[in-house]
């Protein structure tokens, strides 16, 4: 590699306009390989490591530990150790000089979230990418289209791809119903016959892998595959204390430990995060609707549906993706399923493996949906 290539501060998420600076994971000199996590930033929403696009050397931190930055600005430099330092100096000094952030609200620059109605009730989603084979990422329960803010966009490098706020979340309706698998994948079903999608790679994280494995079901046709990511419908066993008490705080010290028990590092939690949630259970609705589903999904400690024994019988190429130190569904659920289903086990990763190793994730279902 003869180029300098330019480490830059991401952005994850709609809103995201800077970044802090947590640390180095590698030091000047070392070797890179592409795919290498490097350094780790965080938004005001969650941590995550930055990937390197490029295999070479870090030749340059040009940011340190606690730095705040603007999306797009110089964290470091990957380039051949050929590559003389005069001429990185040079490419430093002429980023740093051609730098402009982004003016205005974040919320105004690139893909926008809409809203669309779906039997008589308003769905929010937003799109990203276009052409191929559609793709469709459904949360879990107290969750948004926001739980995939690091995987949406590598997804849609070669496809178009879906994120909704399924009802009683998010801004989408607060009104869900019966609180049912079966209504909620009806609605999904129908959501993509409002946007205009025959069928999709569905990938379902927690409640939401539950729900796609019940849309698979009662709408096969509308199923290209099933990526589930620490999915409820594989056994009885959750952690009903996580649901009960996320349904019953009401402030920020009672909420956050049941927060924290979403992640192997209780530190992603950040008080954005926790605001976030408190704000949104605050609206008018939540609370029915949260206490709706959590009544019919998981009445009695243990989830009323299991399905794990329909996955082969599905027809579908099923994925089952899992971190190993979950604490809200156990990891026994994805060892225990059989037959031609392909199982991901990410070590030192809880519950929102798709957010605590999301390159990895990412790599996983791009590779197995090919």
């Known amino acids: 590699m003869s180029e300098i290539h330019a480490i830059t501060m991401p952005k994850w998420g709609l809103s995201m306009q800077e970044g802090k600076v947590n640390g180095w994971l590698k030091q000047v000199g070392d070797a890179i390989e592409k795919g290498q996590e490097i350094v780790e930033v965080e938004s005001e929403k969650i941590a995550g490591a930055v990937e390197a696009a490029v295999s070479g ?56 979230t809409q809203k669309i109605e779906v039997n008589g009730h308003k769905l929010r989603y937003l799109k990203r990418g276009e052409g191929g084979e559609a793709m469709l990422l459904i949360h879990g329960f107290g969750g948004d289209l926001n739980n995939w803010l690091f995987n949406h966009e590598a997804l849609a490098a070669d496809r178009e791809v879906y994120a909704l706020d399924l009802p009683g979340h998010g801004e989408s309706t607060k009104d869900v119903g019966e609180g049912t698998l079966d209504a909620l994948a009806d609605t999904v079903a129908a959501f993509m016959d409002a946007v205009g999608v025959e069928s999709a790679h569905l990938v379902g994280h927690s409640m939401g892998g539950a729900v796609s494995l019940t849309v698979a079901t009662r709408h096969p046709a509308k199923v290209r595959s099933l990526s589930l990511i620490g999915s409820a419908g594989l056994g009885e066993e959750i952690n009903t204390g996580y649901i009960d008490g996320f349904v019953s705080s009401a402030s920020r010290n009672a909420l956050k430990p049941f927060l924290a028990d979403l992640f192997a590092d209780s530190s992603l939690v950040t008080r954005q995060l926790v605001d976030d949630l408190l704000k949104y259970k605050r609206l008018e609705g939540v609370g029915a609707a949260l206490g709706t589903l959590s009544s019919k999904l998981f009445a009695n400690g243990r989830q009323n549906s299991v399905m794990a024994e329909s996955l082969n019988k599905l027809g579908k190429p099923v994925l089952v993706i899992w971190g190993e130190e979950d604490r809200i569904i156990p990891v026994a659920h994805a060892h225990a399923v059989s037959g031609k289903v392909q199982v991901e086990v990410f070590g030192n990763r809880g519950h929102m493996v798709q957010m605590e190793a999301a390159n990895d994730v990412n790599r996983a279902i791009a590779r197995f949906i090919g």
Do not use: M, W, Y
């Not at 999306?71 to 040079?90: E, N």
């Open 57 to 112: 050397v870090l030749r340059r931190q040009a940011a340190s530990e606690e730095d705040v930055l603007p999306v797009g600005g110089l964290l470091g430099i990957i380039a051949d150790a050929s590559v003389t330092d005069a001429d990185i100096d040079a490419f430093v000094a002429d980023f740093l000089a051609n730098f402009k952030p982004v003016e205005g609200d974040a919320e105004d620059q690139g893909p926008t």
